[in-house]
């Protein structure tokens, strides 16, 4: 592992994982190794991962002075870090614990922090506290587990004199999503990774200044994200948004079923929101609850033109056509719900999730001897902010399905969150069928419509047969194929009927006979729109990208221009 040498002489290690820009990595704990993080649920394929071991801990030395142990004395270990890795300014995650030391930092040295990622992290450091009596409250939600009952008497076990080591045993299942066999491995580890008589150090006297930090906080210009579990109980997501406030550009993403170890119980979910929120290049909107990724392109102030993406696919499909339109025009192209970096709404039955709560760097009397509040080892913050700059976040609870009516509703919602009444949008396959739906039932939102080999809503024939997720990951939810398969094969006849009261001027592009959607059927689509025109470019379903000049070629025909006054 490589080493280097911090501040008052001691030799720290780390190791580095992944591939992509660096994400600094705090662990928590407090004072557990990194290797708990594993690669943070896939995270590292998008990021090379630097994965700090605290002083102390893992391949770290021992510090000459116990003392250095607290957490704002470790303050001087992460500066040391980013020094050793040449970076001007760096992206900085911490989890659990290490969000105070996160936190410290970024108040003593705001200019070197480009963003900051704080998962399930302790407020205490901005004086945001969890107290005995809101613990024991949130773990509530575990009450209908078979093993909650056992669980519940161990914590009225807990007291000044429990052996930290116990205090874990006893609050591990309180702080996963499923306390099923990945989160008990995960959980068993803890108790040779922490460095106990560190850990009781950590949040000594002295550690925190709230006002002074909260003060220092405010001269942060970047970006910061507070990552909560949906179940956790330290920090709960209304702690999480007490503490966001302390930050000048915060926001919160909950996500789902998920405790405090959001990576475990969801690893997918986990690294949509990281990823998106570390993307400059993506901005998140939350609509009806569900929080959209999208990606905006071209000039402010220029006609603007929403592109929206086919089943299983997502924003970046339009890339090509995005540069290109872009010259003259303000270019969206959202991730719809359940694809791309979007919340994936469809999987997450509340009711069989029990999130986890513990190990939250706890305050109290049931927690480390210098703790006031909270069972276990961390406490929480975050904030219930919602704009959407560059690699913001949302607010999602996940609402909602996957039919083309789901779809429908959330372009219009996203178009109206966004302030674009009148855009031109061009829609491809499932998408254009969700656009042609909205146009029927919004004629003034939509200004231009182009539909690229849209469904045309006449039943199957043959129907398709419930198609059998593939193995493997996918960029998508699949229940979104069984969804609108099923509309597909009998789809609402208003849905065709509705054709005629479109109002806004429509372009119809078919691929010709290699695609496998009925021409005719396309053909009896632009036949029911009042003027609408059919334009065939025989290149298949993806017209855009087979044939792309082409396609902007007929988007230029139809009255895609700067001058247009869109």
């Known amino acids: 592992m490589p080493k280097f040498t911090t501040y008052d002489g001691t030799e720290l290690a780390y190791r580095t994982q992944g591939e992509g820009e660096p994400l600094v990595c705090l662990p928590g704990g407090p004072m557990r190794n990194a290797d708990y993080l594993g690669d943070l649920g896939g995270l590292a394929a998008h990021r090379t991962l630097i994965l700090l071991d605290a002083r102390g801990t893992g391949a770290s030395a021992e510090p000459a002075d116990p003392g250095t142990y607290r957490c704002d004395r470790q303050v001087g270990d992460v500066e040391a870090l980013r020094a050793h890795l040449g970076l001007e300014r760096m992206d900085l995650l911490g989890h659990s614990a290490s969000g105070a030391l996160a936190t410290l930092y970024a108040a003593a040295h705001p200019e070197r922090i480009r963003s900051l990622v704080l998962v399930t992290a302790a407020g205490r450091a901005v004086g945001v506290d969890t107290t005995d009596e809101e613990w024991d409250k949130a773990v509530e939600v575990f009450a209908e587990r078979p093993w909650y009952p056992e669980s519940r008497a161990a914590l009225a076990t807990i007291g000044p004199d429990t052996p930290l080591p116990r205090l874990l045993e006893i609050v591990s299942p309180f702080a996963y999503g499923r306390w099923d066999a990945a989160a008990q491995e995960h959980a068993a580890a803890a108790e040779r990774e922490i460095r106990w008589e560190a850990a009781s150090a950590y949040h000594g006297e002295g550690a925190y200044d709230p006002e002074t930090t ?23 997501p ?14 919160l993403v909950v996500q789902a079923g998920a405790g405090h170890y959001p990576w475990v119980d969801d690893a997918e979910a986990f690294v949509r929101s990281v990823v998106a929120f570390l ?30 993406h086919g089943r299983g696919e997502n924003g970046t499909d339009w890339n090509g056509i995005a540069r290109e339109l872009a010259a003259d025009h303000r270019v969206y192209a959202p991730d719809l719900r ?6 994936h709404p469809g999987g997450h039955g509340l009711s069989d999730l029990p999130g986890g709560h513990g190990l939250s760097d706890g305050h109290g009397g049931h927690g480390l001897s210098d ?7 961390s406490d929480g913050h975050g904030g219930y902010g919602l704009s959407d700059h560059p690699g913001g976040h949302g607010l999602s609870d996940g609402h909602g399905g996957y039919g083309f009516e789901d779809f429908r509703d959330e372009l219009g919602g996203f178009l109206r969150a966004l302030g674009l009444a009148g855009a031109t949008v061009v829609a491809h396959s499932m998408g254009g069928g969700a656009a042609c739906l909205l146009a029927q039932r919004e004629p003034g939102l939509i200004g231009r419509l182009v539909l690229e080999e849209p469904p045309a809503f006449l039943p199957l024939d043959p129907p398709r047969p419930v198609a059998e997720r593939p193995e493997g990951p996918l960029g998508f939810d699949w229940e979104i194929v069984t969804t609108t398969d099923a509309q597909l ?7 065709r009927e509705g054709l005629a009261t479109i109002t806004a001027p429509t372009l119809v592009l078919a691929g010709g006979p290699s695609s496998h959607v009925h021409q005719e ?31 902007l070629a007929a988007l230029r025909e139809f009255g895609l221009r700067a001058s247009d006054g869109e």
Do not use: Q
């Open 521 to 551: 059927h396309l053909e009896r689509l632009a036949g029911r729109i009042p003027g609408a025109r059919l334009v065939t470019i025989e290149a298949g379903h993806l017209v855009h990208a087979s044939r792309p000049e082409e396609f």
């Open 338 to 343: 359940g694809h791309g970096l979007s919340d």
């Open 238 to 251: 209304a702690k999480a948004a007490e503490a966001a406030a302390c930050f000048p550009d915060a926001e």
């Open 214 to 236: 909260r003060r220092a906080l405010t001269g942060l210009a970047a970006p910061v994200l507070m990552l909560a579990g949906e179940y956790d109980a330290g920090p709960t």
């Open 371 to 377: 703790h006031p509040g909270g069972h276990g080892l």
């Open 489 to 495: 094969n009998a789809p609402d006849p208003a849905w």
């Open 279 to 308: 993307d400059p290049e993506v901005r998140t909107v939350t609509v009806d609850g569900v929080r959209l990724a999208y990606r905006v392109r071209g000039p402010e102030g220029a006609p603007p033109v929403v592109l929206v």
